[in-house]
């Protein structure tokens, strides 16, 4: 099978935008990323997927912390930033959660201890512990066949 058709395939499952960072030694790196998923409610666990050539591999595997934020509706700039889809370099600030960087304004900050890792493939998925939470009542930005979105309106579903 060829790349294309499973990219195009992993497109058809809509999905929120995060992005992880972490911080090495003072300096903080930010990823974008849509392979995120709850794990366990006891403990609290969630998982992340690294690809081998990001360069936010080894800084994770050497903090063993990481924030997953869940960027709102207006954050697709942050998004196209942290995924090096913008030509110009652009400051970011981040705000502290249990003392691990997090972006203001994202609909979920999760801040994580990395309980475990392993490597699938060429990617390599982070066991997340989750310390601590701060949420903010906002939309949520979502990533359908490889575009942006955002919400459009509200449906009662009947089971
Ligand atoms: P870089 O390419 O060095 O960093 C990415 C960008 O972030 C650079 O432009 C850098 O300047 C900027 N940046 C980093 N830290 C800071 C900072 N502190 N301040 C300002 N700017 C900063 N890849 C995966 O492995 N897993 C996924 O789940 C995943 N999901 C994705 C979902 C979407 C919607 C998109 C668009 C991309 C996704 N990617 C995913 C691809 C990934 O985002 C890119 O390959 C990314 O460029 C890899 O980042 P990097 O760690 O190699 O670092
Ligand atoms: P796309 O059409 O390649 O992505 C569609 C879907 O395919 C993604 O949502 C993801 O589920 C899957 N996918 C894409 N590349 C993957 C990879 N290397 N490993 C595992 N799954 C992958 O392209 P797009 O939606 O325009 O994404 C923009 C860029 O971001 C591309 O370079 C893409 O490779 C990368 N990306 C990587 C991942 C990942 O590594 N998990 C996820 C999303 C996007």
Redesign the pocket.
């Known amino acids: 099978m060829d790349d294309r058709k499973f990219r195009t395939a992993m497109g058809k499952f809509a999905t929120g935008?995060t992005v992880i960072a972490t911080e090495v030694e003072g300096?903080?790196?930010?990823?974008?990323?849509?392979?995120?998923m709850s794990v366990s409610l006891d403990p609290k666990l969630v998982v992340?997927?690294?690809?081998e050539?990001?360069?936010?591999?080894n800084k994770i595997k050497e903090s063993k912390i990481f924030t997953v934020n869940i960027l709102a509706a207006d954050q697709q700039e942050l998004?196209m930033?942290?995924?090096?889809?913008?030509k110009e370099?652009?400051?970011?600030a981040?705000d502290r959660l249990d003392g691990k960087p997090v972006l203001a304004g994202a609909v979920a900050q999760i801040a994580c201890e990395v309980s475990a890792e392993h490597v699938e493939g060429d990617?390599t998925l982070f066991i997340g512990k989750v310390t601590d939470i701060h949420l903010e009542d906002a939309e949520p930005l979502l990533?359908y066949n490889g575009k942006y979105r955002s919400l459009t309106e509200e449906r009662t579903v009947t089971v």
């Open positions: 935008v300096d903080v790196h930010g990823m974008t990323a849509n392979a995120f992340i997927s690294i690809g050539k990001a360069k936010i591999l998004s930033i942290f995924a090096g889809q913008l370099h652009k400051e970011v981040f990617h990533f």
